[in-house]
């Protein structure tokens, strides 16, 4: 299937069926078989499957009360950046509450 240039399995039926490859031990029973117990190849998949659509993203915002804005007015918020297996994160610290987020 590879050396068909990655082929779908209903092309690579029919190219063993009109026996377009010579000397060719797999029948088509063999290749039902394997996508039976392996799945479908996912070397053929690739770049011919589309994305689906995302959910949308949904905004729940909530009024804060106006004695706990008073509480937490003076929070010194601390910013940097990380770099982990070639992943960046963007982490921020509070110095009055000690508190991380990434």
């Known amino acids: 299937m590879h050396n068909l240039g990655y082929c779908s399995i209903r092309d690579f039926k029919a190219a063993i069926t009109m026996?377009?490859?010579?000397?060719?031990?797999?029948?088509?029973?063999?290749?039902?078989?394997?996508?039976?117990?392996?799945?479908?190849?996912?070397?053929?998949?690739?770049?011919?499957?589309?994305?689906?659509?995302?959910?949308p993203v949904v905004e729940d915002t909530i009024k804060l009360p106006h004695e706990l804005r008073?509480?937490?007015m003076n929070i010194t918020l601390c910013v940097d950046v990380i770099h982990v297996n070639s992943l960046t994160f963007l982490t921020t610290i509070s110095r009055n509450l000690y508190y991380r987020s990434a």
């Open 19 to 55: 026996n377009l490859i010579k000397n060719c031990p797999v029948t088509v029973e063999d290749i039902d078989k394997s996508e039976k117990i392996f799945g479908p190849d996912i070397s053929s998949m690739k770049g011919k499957v589309t994305r689906k659509k995302p959910t």
């Open 70 to 72: 008073l509480a937490q």
